[in-house]
């Protein structure tokens, strides 16, 4: 398993040591990647609205010395294919519940 930059690299400074030492994949990036397909493939407006703050997260993990851009990208392709799988196999019904309960 390799290490986080800031680890490996003193010169690079991490304000805030993560409770691990390695860094592949990004967690991070996943989630919010994730969250993003799951959105872009059922509610496309709001894909755009977050589109942002997904693209920030991941350029974060970067910036913060906490991940090398080749963790972020693997973070980015696990959390896209998990999206598309989770559409796949039945997004649909619960996200019809979840607006049902917002409109009534």
């Known amino acids: 398993m390799r290490e986080r930059p800031f680890i490996s690299f003193p010169v690079i400074h991490c304000g805030t040591p993560p409770l691990d030492r390695y860094s592949f994949p990004s967690g991070h990036t996943l ?3 994730c969250f993003t397909t ?3 493939l059922t509610l496309p407006a709001l894909a755009l609205v977050v589109l942002p703050f997904t693209l920030a997260v991941a350029a ?11 963790d972020v ?9 998990m999206g598309v799988v989770w559409v796949a196999l039945g997004a649909g019904p619960l996200l019809a519940w979840f607006g049902t309960v917002a409109a009534g």
């Not at 693997?74 to 959390?79: E, Q, S």
């Open 73 to 81: 990208l693997a973070g980015a392709l696990v959390g896209g294919v």
């Open 38 to 40: 799951v959105l872009a």
């Open 31 to 33: 989630h919010a990647v």
């Open 60 to 70: 974060s993990r970067v910036v913060l010395g906490l991940h090398y851009p080749s």
